[in-house]
């Protein structure tokens, strides 16, 4: 593991808020409200008060049988009803909830109301498709007003929805569609991305001749390309046609707090995707108490997360935490730097955003444009700043606070996972700030910097990144894989603590150092990919007879593949190959993963039973120490 320690230390500022933020505070005692959370379950349950509930849960957390926990037992509720129903009858009904821009300055504004009807609308049309509670509905859209009313759409009627990002390729498609076994897939004609229209649909076409399950495929007309009704396959329909006609009513379903919502798949230390289960209640309770008290969302905020919600950032705050709160949400489809790398902050001075949260990558990216971009337009109505996926380099947060934050935004600096749902150690605005630290865990989360054996590490020393207590927006179980569950969260740790799978550790204040993953999977501009995924989509090229791969660390990416090859007799690794290596393997899982460099080898150093041992290429390349290498075979 790559030890950054040394470049965080040298800078030792600490930021302290200003009195504006101190004063619109809505947690004002940082310490005061750490020492409430320390009652957990009590904590929680005061926090799912916000809620309508259709009936009021019996017991707050049930943990008889670990790892399996329930929040808010017997209860009932439905998110979509509390996302949007719920505030048609305040004085939000005609407010903005959803504001969609897109790179080529056309947008489209959704009010409470309309998307009340629109969803609706969606929700009776997928009815009549025979969708019903618990059914699953894959979805390949780009970021668009339709996969909001999607997915809001299926929690209104208590289908899981199941969204594969739509950079993703057809292999991870299919693999994602028919784990889930899903019954409906919802597409689009294409998506915007650097002026070009990007095919979308023939993406899904190809992976519906390897997905049976599906028997229905509704098509978002989005970027107005070509296909016709005639076009359209017997089990093909257009999203607009299903709307059409249906009644703007619906009523909600009762879900139980327990009954599944979403599954999400993740990527982890073997080739299979993990398919993340969340379920109701927790997941609500967690993304709007969050989102509320990190970002202090007060009426009169235009909130902004720039997350694909392919991810489960824009799951949690692109559209469900922001609508549970009755914000604004500003959802962009496009490039950061295009039509010019001003282009965000141009959105920014336009709307008037006051809340924005972006990924470390996209800061060091738009940082090399320099400050001239961001100095062209007006920022001040922004309040808060925020970063996820990734450590944020000292460098790039000094940039961001300066440049984006005039010096008078706090930047949140958010650690949490898929798996957890929403934000574990994060700042308040209220926290002195320390750059490249997301400081502690948040009130009512326990989180801790242990050894192999669960105890505790000295102040200062690297460990295992460790969450001690259940938390309601937890993950539940991975889909259909109990035992993986089990033995990758509950069973590395001793204890039955959650076990993360990041380095950690923590310093005098007790402020939380994140150093990266400790396991088999890369961060490729903050998103995750397994080293074992890279690994057999080079071996299902017929020039690979094997493959590893480590992370290489890349000034703007945070990482990027390192591939080691071995080649089948008569290939050469020359530069036509290596182009259509690079060609295959994005083929394979989609622009995410970024190739850093291909090496051809005549060996790799593995394990007497055969496991590539990855930790011995990352020393060597590296030029650390190889630590124990008895188990090496070659
Ligand atoms: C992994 C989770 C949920 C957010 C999007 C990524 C890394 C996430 C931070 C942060 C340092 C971070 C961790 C974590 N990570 N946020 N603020 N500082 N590292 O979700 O794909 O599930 O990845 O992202 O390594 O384990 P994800």
Not at 394 to 418: F, L, S
Not at 445 to 456: F, L, S, Y
Not at 560 to 576: C, H, P, Q, S, W
């Amino acid at each position: 593991m790559v030890d950054d320690t040394d470049v965080l230390l040298k800078e030792k500022r600490i930021f302290k808020p200003n009195e504006i933020i101190l004063g619109k505070a809505i947690i004002k005692d940082w310490e005061e409200e750490i020492e409430k959370g320390k009652d957990y379950v009590n904590y929680w349950a005061d926090k799912a008060e916000q809620f309508t509930w259709f009936k009021k849960p019996e017991k707050t957390l049930d943990d008889s049988n670990k790892p399996f926990f329930k929040w808010y037992v017997g209860g009932k509720i439905n998110l979509a009803y509390n996302a949007v129903d719920r505030w048609i009858e305040t004085d939000k009904r005609n407010q903005v909830a959803i504001l969609y821009v897109n790179e080529r300055g056309e947008e489209e504004k959704l009010t409470y109301y309309e998307l009340y009807r629109k969803v609706n609308k969606f929700a009776n049309a997928l009815k009549n498709l025979g969708v019903k509670k618990g059914d699953k509905v894959s979805v390949y859209l780009p970021m668009c007003p339709e996969l909001i009313i999607s997915l809001l759409a299926c929690t209104k009627l208590g289908a899981i929805h199941s969204v594969v990002y739509s950079g993703l390729s057809v292999m991870a498609l299919v693999e994602r569609v028919n784990d889930a076994e899903a019954k409906i897939l919802i597409t689009s004609d294409g998506t915007y991305r650097r002026g070009k229209v990007i095919d979308l649909k023939n993406v899904a076409d190809e992976a519906m001749l390897q997905c049976s399950s599906v028997e229905t495929v509704i098509v978002v007309k989005h970027t107005g390309t070509s296909i016709q009704t005639s076009d359209l396959s017997g089990k093909e329909v257009f999203f607009d046609t299903l709307m059409e006609g249906e009644p703007a009513e619906f009523e909600a379903e009762e879900m139980d707090a327990e009954d599944t919502l979403f599954l999400l798949y993740t990527s982890g230390s073997t080739g299979k995707p993990k398919g993340v289960v969340h379920t109701t209640a927790g997941y609500m309770v967690g993304v709007a108490t969050t989102l509320r008290n990190v970002f202090n969302i007060h009426d009169g905020d235009l909130w902004w997360c720039t997350a694909d919600v392919g991810w489960i950032t824009g799951h949690s705050y692109v559209i469900y935490g922001p609508l549970l709160l009755g914000s604004t949400t500003l959802v962009y489809e496009g490039a950061p730097d295009y039509p010019d790398p001003g282009a965000w902050w141009n959105i920014v001075e336009k709307y008037g955003v006051t809340k924005f949260y972006t990924a470390p990558t996209a800061i060091r990216h738009l940082m090399r444009y320099g400050k001239k971009y961001p100095k062209k337009y007006n920022l001040s109505s922004l309040k808060i700043l925020g970063t996820v996926g990734e450590p944020i380099n000292p460098e790039a947060w000094i940039w961001y606070h300066k440049n984006i934050g005039r010096e008078q935004c706090p930047i949140m600096d958010t650690w949490w996972q898929t798996e957890t749902g929403s934000y574990m150690i994060s700042p308040l605005p209220v926290t002195p700030l320390k750059p490249g630290s997301a400081t502690r865990s948040l009130p009512g989360i326990e989180a801790d910097v242990v050894d192999r054996d669960g105890k505790p590490v000295p102040l200062g020393k690297g460990g295992h990144l460790v969450i001690k207590n259940p938390w309601p927006s937890m993950l539940r179980t991975l889909y259909k894989d109990e035992d993986r569950y089990i033995n990758t969260y509950w069973k590395e740790i001793p204890g039955c603590v959650y076990a993360a799978g990041d380095i950690a550790r923590k310093d005098e204040d007790g402020y939380f150092w994140i150093q990266g993953r400790s396991d088999d999977v890369l961060k490729i501009a903050g998103h995750r990919i397994g080293t074992s995924e890279v690994e057999s989509a080079f071996v299902s090229h017929p020039a690979v007879a094997e493959a590893a791969v480590i992370g290489k660390s890349d000034p703007i990416k945070g990482e990027v593949i390192k591939a080691f090859l071995i080649l089948r007799e008569g290939y050469n690794l020359d530069t036509k190959l290596i182009e259509e290596l690079k060609k295959h393997v994005r083929h394979e899982l989609g622009p995410v993963a970024v190739l850093g460099a291909i090496k051809q080898v005549d060996s790799l150093p593995k394990t007497r039973s055969g496991k590539i041992m990855r930790r011995v290429l990352r020393a060597r390349e590296l030029g650390e120490d190889l630590g124990d290498t008895s188990t090496l075979e070659e």
